[in-house]
């Protein structure tokens, strides 16, 4: 093992046999370990204490229900859907649909982590409408620490995918450019395979709005959809007011429900932080967890130190600008979409990334942790430089055996 800092420690070599791998990892439903000629994959784990995992669990959990409990106290008030940079196109849909039960308002979500190498977390943001990295974290993480000799809570996350899936109960799956897309193919072939259900994948540009009825195929109707579609894009798409025309008067059901929008924002991000500051809202463990866990958020650039502009629907790593001590833009991203041209901007202090030293050269390491059907279950390791954006590497996170 080669210690990164007192957090993480780098496991293992890159084998010389990538290519018989990459093979493996296809036929298990991974396609994409490389992509565009690059290594997307990274032949090697980052392990974690037993501590430190147990505290992030925790802390995941902890942090669900206050999204939770803000989320609800959010609901079909339109001064803070603005606030939250949600399009008004929505508004009537988010205030007519009523919410799922507690904690499932979103059944498939993931939260980014900024870890330091001294083990500090702190919450980057939560992604609870379409992530992605599910079969990165529930198929290959597992696979590679049992060759690392690592434990692996990801192997839970099949369970709680199915239990969610059978809440839900949709007939058709989707997303853009279904079997050509890689990624989002692979995604959603996967979650389809670990429901158990017998669900249509189609693709989204093959669907159409009839009278407020949602069509596929030869016409055939779809009652319950899961999408790896961004909801606000319903704001700007052609043909999303239909679809959302379709959501509010009923005629379909969407997965992750269309509430799973409000927290999305990065705009609650500065809303839970703002309500902290006031001493409204949470309870005394509630607000621990806050200061805990969280970063000073805010509408506006407010700080004297190092910072970090996201767009309120920012994707990965779109939009993301980092400034230094002085103020100044120091790194933005180049290669994702930047939203802020349609949705404002939320401000966030600055947070240490843990740097580990893998056979690639020196990352920042982000952690990801999915919470499915209300469980956090499922780390995600994504390697890249101080921004996190879709050209990084994935990596597997696993825990120190006792």
């Known amino acids: 093992m080669t ?14 046999n990538r290519e018989q791998l990459v093979e493996q990892l296809a036929e298990m439903g991974f396609t994409w370990a490389n992509l565009e000629g690059e290594s997307y994959w990274i032949d090697q784990a980052i392990a974690m204490s037993p501590e430190l995992y147990e505290k992030l669990e925790q802390a995941s959990a902890q942090l669900w229900r206050i999204f939770d409990k803000t989320c609800r106290f959010a609901h079909r008030r339109h001064d803070l859907y603005g606030m939250l940079g949600i399009p008004e196109l929505l508004w009537q849909t988010l205030d007519t649909i009523e919410m799922n039960e507690p904690n499932a308002i979103s059944r498939y979500a993931r939260f980014d982590f900024a870890i330091s190498n ?20 529930a198929m290959v993480t597992p696979w590679q620490c049992e060759r690392l000799s690592l ?3 990801n192997a839970r996350m099949k369970e709680q995918l199915a239990a969610a899936w059978a809440q839900e109960r949709p007939d058709t799956a989707a997303c853009v450019a279904y079997g050509e897309h890689l990624e ?28 407020g009825i949602l069509r596929k195929g030869e016409g055939e109707r779809v009652e319950r959809m899961f999408a790896l579609y961004p909801k606000e894009w319903m704001a700007v798409d052609d043909g999303g007011e ?9 005629q379909l059901t969407l997965f992750n429900s269309v509430h799973a929008l409000i927290m999305q924002s990065k705009g609650m991000l500065a809303f839970i932080w703002g309500l902290y500051e006031l001493q409204l809202l949470y ?14 958020t805010y509408n506006k650039a407010m700080f004297s130190g190092s910072y970090v502009s996201k767009s309120m629907f920012g994707r990965e790593g779109g939009s993301v600008k980092m400034y230094d001590d002085a103020g100044r833009l120091e790194v933005k991203d180049e290669d994702g979409f930047d939203t802020s041209r349609l949705f404002p901007r939320v401000y966030q202090k ?9 056979a690639a050269g020196e990352f920042s390491l982000l952690t990801g942790m999915f919470v499915i059907n209300g469980v956090p ?5 994504r390697a890249g430089g101080l921004i996190t954006g879709n050209t990084s590497h994935f990596v597997a996170i696993g825990v120190k055996r006792k």
């Open 118 to 137: 001294e083990g500090d977390i702190r919450l980057l943001e939560l992604n609870s409408d379409t992530p992605t990295g599910y079969v990165e974290s």
């Open 242 to 250: 239909a679809l959302a025309y379709a959501v509010e008067s009923g």
């Open 184 to 211: 989002d193919t692979g995604t959603i072939d996967m979650l389809v395979k670990h429901s158990g259900l017998d669900i249509d994948c189609v693709d989204c540009l093959d669907l159409w709005v009839d009278e």
């Open 151 to 153: 434990d692996s809570p």
């Open 377 to 381: 279950c499922g780390m995600l390791g």
């Open 283 to 296: 309870s005394e463990e509630e607000r621990a967890a806050i200061e805990s866990y969280m970063l000073p």
């Open 3 to 16: 210690n990164t800092g007192k957090a993480f420690e780098v496991v293992g070599e890159p084998r010389a």
């Open 350 to 358: 600055r947070a240490e990334l843990a740097k580990v030293e893998l």
